[in-house]
Every structure is written in structure tokens, then in C-alpha cells.
């Protein structure tokens, strides 16, 4: 290895440190705890060390947007392998409630946080990963309606439809809203099942598909 590579390793190495460490804050501490400052404590760097891989903390959440989109990917790789495209559009959405529910810190960077975004608008950044993950809803909600013969239906609204009613199901149960519907909804078995029949219920109202 010569000098130029082992400088690009070494520079490689840190980067990982930084967001390695970033990752171990937000999982303990939440967004609010993660600062600068701490990280640069925690990897026993000075500041200035930091801001030569990454512009502010806003670029650093978004690099982790992007971790927690491959972690969510990681989730589903079982998917693909599906062959009838409506139980594909089902076990991405399970999958996506399920990696909700229990990787929250994640999910809220993912997709509540304002900071990776901010990122994008002012850097022209692109939300990569997350954009693949609906382009293949999207794609197997396509396959769906041309096997069904619904040409009529758009894929990419299908698609919208089905992330937003996740999306809204994570949020509901993560926030203890359910209760409003259901009285036993703070029991994880009940949130479950009221989860489980709702997205089936949605199956049907899209794809008159049963599972």
C-alpha cells in the first residue's frame, strides 16, 4: 500500500469512527443528545478534526439517514425473493411497521427529522436510498395491477398511499394514540393485532387481495 492509499484509508477510518460513534449517541441519547462537541469528546478528536469530513451535524444525521435506510434494506432482503408481487407489497409494509416500532430512533431520523433534509436542500444531496426503497413499492404495485388487469391504477400513488398508512400506523402506535380506537391498545399483542388488520384491510381496499 503507498503513502497516498494509507492516507486515504487512515482518512477512511476516521470518517467511520465519527459516524460509528454518532450511531452509538443517537441510539442512547436521541438527536438532542448528539453534538459536535460530544463526538468529538467521545472519539478523542478536536472539533476541527471533525469539520474536515463533515460540514455541520446536519451532514452527519444525513449520512445516518442513509445508514438506517440500508438497515431497513437489510430488513427485507427475504422480499425480493418473493414471486407473487402482492405478498411483496404486503412484507415490505409489515417489515416497514415492524422496523418502526422497534428501531424508533432510527425511524424518526429517517423520516421525521428536519436536519437530514435540511442537508439536502442546501448541498443538492440526493435521499438516495430512501428514493430506491419507494421506486421498488412502487415497481411491485405496478407488477400487482397489470397481473390484476387494472391498468387504470397509478403505481406511484398505490405506492404513496401505502407508505403514508405505514407511516401513519408507526406514528399512531409509537405514540400511544391507538387508545383512542382501541382500549387495551397499550397491550403490545392488541397494538399488534390492530396493526396486522389494518394493513390487511388496506390490501383489500387497494388490491382486493386477502391475505
Known sequence: MGIAERKEREKQDIKDLILLKAK??????????????????????????????????????YQMMNMGFEKMAQ???????LEDPLKRIYE????YI???????????????????MNHIE??????????AMYDYLAACCQ????????????PKIAALHLWSAAHG????????????????????????????????HIMISLFDYKI
Open 24 to 61: 452509538e449517541i443517537l441510539i442512547k441519547e436521541g438527536q438532542d443528545g448528539l453534538s459536535i462537541r460530544k463526538l468529538a469528546t467521545e472519539i478523542e478528536y478536536s472539533p476541527a478534526t471533525i469539520y474536515l469530513y463533515f460540514q455541520d451535524k446536519d451532514e452527519i444525521l
Open 75 to 81: 430488513s427485507m432482503t427475504h422480499v425480493y425473493a
Open 92 to 95: 415490505i409494509g409489515r417489515l
Open 98 to 116: 415492524e422496523f418502526g416500532l422497534h428501531e424508533w430512533e432510527w425511524y424518526h431520523l429517517m423520516f421525521n427529522s428536519a436536519s437530514p
Open 122 to 131: 442546501r448541498c443538492k444531496a440526493e435521499w438516495g436510498p430512501g428514493i
Open 143 to 154: 407488477e400487482a395491477f397489470l397481473q390484476q388487469g387494472k391498468t387504470d391504477r397509478d
Open 169 to 200: 400506523l408507526v406514528t399512531l402506535a409509537v405514540t400511544n394514540r391507538f387508545c383512542v380506537v382501541e382500549d387495551h391498545a397499550h397491550q403490545e399483542a392488541v397494538r399488534n393485532h390492530l396493526i396486522e388488520d389494518t394493513l390487511k
